[in-house]
């Protein structure tokens, strides 16, 4: 017979240290195994976890000592206002990617919206969306600040990122957003049969680490394809920031996420293909993080 004294209570278990997992993980592992909401942790801190809890706890821990993210776990990450599916196909979405949201919805209010009275439909694209994170927070707030005047294509090289990219439009309530598999901006090029489309702003997350960098020890669950480019790390946004020029509008907006130590590079290439207005902006952590240029 299991004895019940030795299961651990809420309060117990929120006292443990458990090495490499940070509390805040164990807290939200814990919610999560007793489906419970926070309030919980403090009015029941005596409730005794049922035995498939503590086993569920406590493989859980293990997994996320041996590398695994909390967010794998549960399969869900928030993100801006709202919530998005993840999986080993995905990268985690960030806080410090929030910045590049709040930053492009400024420069739409700014130079879109308030530029423009004709209404004319407008088109922003993000390569490599993954969860769909970006583009799908964009769509979001574009819906309530200019309903149905944004059309959204959100591209990844990745066909089951593209799955859950797919899956959190809909958990989102996002319609007007289409999803194209493609190597950065390959399928739009011109065809007999389509025009190439221009868009009125560029967003992008690309992988950026450097391949032998320390700190890829820490994201190994995460899909390697999402976060190390070649060239130093600036080989995609490179590519990016060249071919981008031909589906920018006139005065269109290019912003790419980038490493908090790149930013003068960044910069440099930007000037280099002929963007004007160059900046960088620095994430919630006071870090280099996104560089912004306009095209024509
Ligand atoms: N910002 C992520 C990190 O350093 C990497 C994201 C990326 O490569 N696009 O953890």
């Known amino acids: 017979m299991t004895n019940l004294s030795l299961r651990p209570s809420i309060t117990?278990?929120?006292?443990?240290n458990y090495s490499n997992v940070p509390s805040h993980w164990v807290t939200d592992w814990l919610l999560y195994v007793?489906?419970?909401?926070?309030?919980?942790?403090?009015?029941?801190?005596?409730?005794?976890?049922?035995?498939?809890?503590q086993i569920q706890f406590e493989t859980g821990i293990a997994q996320m000592q041996s590398g695994t993210p909390l967010a794998y776990l549960t399969g869900k990450q928030a993100f801006w206002s709202l919530e998005f599916e993840v999986n080993e196909h995905t990268l985690i979405p960030r806080p410090d990617t929030e910045v590049l949201v709040e930053r492009v919805l400024g420069w739409i209010d700014n130079h879109v919206?308030?530029?423009?009275?004709?209404?004319?439909?407008?088109?922003?694209?993000?390569?490599?969306?993954?969860?769909?994170?970006?583009?799908?927070?964009?769509?979001?707030?574009?819906?309530?600040l200019a309903p149905?005047?944004?059309?959204?294509?959100?591209?990844?090289?990745?066909?089951?990122a593209l799955e859950v990219a797919k899956r959190n439009a809909n958990l989102n309530d996002v319609s007007h957003i289409e999803f194209?598999?493609?190597?950065?901006?390959?399928?739009?090029?011109?065809s007999e049969a389509t025009e190439r489309p221009l868009f009125d702003v560029i967003v992008s997350n690309p992988p950026y680490i450097v391949n032998n960098d320390q700190h890829l020890d820490k994201l190994k669950a995460e899909p390697l394809s999402a976060l190390v480019a070649p060239d130093n790390g600036l080989g995609d946004i490179k590519q990016i920031a060249d071919q981008a020029r031909d589906y920018l509008i006139h005065g269109g907006?290019?912003?790419?996420?980038?490493?908090y130590d790149q930013g003068e590079l960044v910069r440099q290439i930007f000037i280099d293909f002929g963007y004007d207005q160059v900046e960088t902006i620095k994430d919630y952590g006071g870090n280099d993080r996104v560089t912004w240029g306009v095209y024509g």
């Open 253 to 259: 907006l290019l912003a790419v996420e980038h490493g």
């Open 180 to 190: 194209k598999q493609s190597d950065w901006f390959s399928v739009l090029k011109d």
């Open 12 to 16: 117990a278990l929120k006292k443990a």
């Open 113 to 144: 919206q308030s530029d423009d009275r004709n209404n004319s439909s407008k088109r922003l694209l993000d390569l490599g969306t993954g969860s769909g994170c970006i583009a799908i927070s964009l769509a979001h707030e574009l819906q309530i």
């Open 34 to 53: 007793l489906q419970k909401s926070a309030s919980f942790l403090i009015t029941d801190g005596d409730y005794q976890l049922t035995e498939s809890e």
């Open 148 to 160: 149905n005047r944004w059309q959204v294509t959100a591209i990844d090289y990745s066909q089951p």
